[in-house]
């Protein structure tokens, strides 16, 4: 299986540094959380994977390689950015057949990818009319549709229920459990704790932890009467880092 590896990616928007030097890499086998402040780098470093953003420096590799090298990327790595881009006119299926064509792939791995997404009785439905949970859905099985060693999702949990959440959980772990490197950034820390093995915290465009999850709490845990959340790890991470101050009580 292939990895995902981000090497000292630096980037501007005019005078602002969006990235500075991030650096990490995604392994096989295993969930990375990719968590952090608003501004702090995640979307714009999941674009230059994608190559829909350019970097003056550093490298975005997709099993050594640069996405847009990669005849069919599809199969080699599935995202989900943003669960409204969407052509509401479509159908689910139709969604989906528009994907697979464009990567050689035929309409029976489409059906696989819906009934992995419980969506098979929506399939001929509007998407228009999805809920962000649906949406959220069919998001992730267009990143399937290639079958790809590699998954990147932003913000999966948004807009899902309990059931929804629950199913998310343990989907997640299914894709690492089969050998893929699997990236989910989140604003959840709840959720990051419960499904993620690994976490990256990134601040003002850089990574400012890369480590086991178990290994942070365990840490954070040292001398307190009561065990720490990954929620005090990510809090006290990124306390001068993030764009507006916190409320005292």
């Not at 953003?53 to 599809?74: C, F, H, M, N, Q």
């Not at 999850?213 to 840490?219: E, H, K, S």
Request: hydrophobic share 45%; glycine share 12%.
């Amino acid at each position: 299986m292939s990895s995902l590896t981000i090497t000292g990616l630096r980037k501007r928007y005019g005078r602002t540094l969006a990235l500075d030097g991030m650096t990490f890499t995604v392994r096989p086998g295993v969930v990375t959380g990719f968590a952090g402040p608003n501004g702090a780098g995640k979307s714009t470093t999941m674009r230059v994977v994608l190559g829909l953003d350019a970097v003056e420096e550093g490298t975005a590799l997709i099993g050594g390689k640069p996405y847009r090298s990669l005849r069919y990327p599809l199969r080699h790595v599935g995202s989900l950015l943003d669960a409204a881009a969407l052509h509401p006119a479509r159908s689910a299926r139709n969604h989906l057949l528009w994907l697979a064509r464009s990567q050689g792939l035929g309409a029976r791995r489409v059906d696989e990818v819906l009934e992995l997404a419980g969506l098979t009785t929506v399939a001929r439905r509007r998407v228009g009319g999805f809920s962000l949970g649906m949406r959220q859905r069919l998001g992730i099985a267009a990143a399937l549709l290639g079958d790809p060693p590699i998954v990147m999702l932003d913000e999966p949990f948004n807009g899902m229920d309990p059931d929804g959440i629950i199913w998310m959980r343990g989907f997640l772990r299914s894709l690492a459990a089969q050998g893929r490197a699997v990236l989910v950034s989140s604003h959840l820390m709840h959720e990051v704790q419960g499904t993620a093995d690994h976490l990256v915290v990134a601040g003002r465009g850089r990574v400012i932890a890369d480590a086991g999850v178990a290994d942070l709490i365990a840490a954070a845990s040292t001398g307190r009467t009561a065990r720490a959340t990954l929620e005090d790890v990510y809090l006290e991470l990124t306390r001068d880092a993030v764009e507006f101050g916190r409320v005292s009580r």
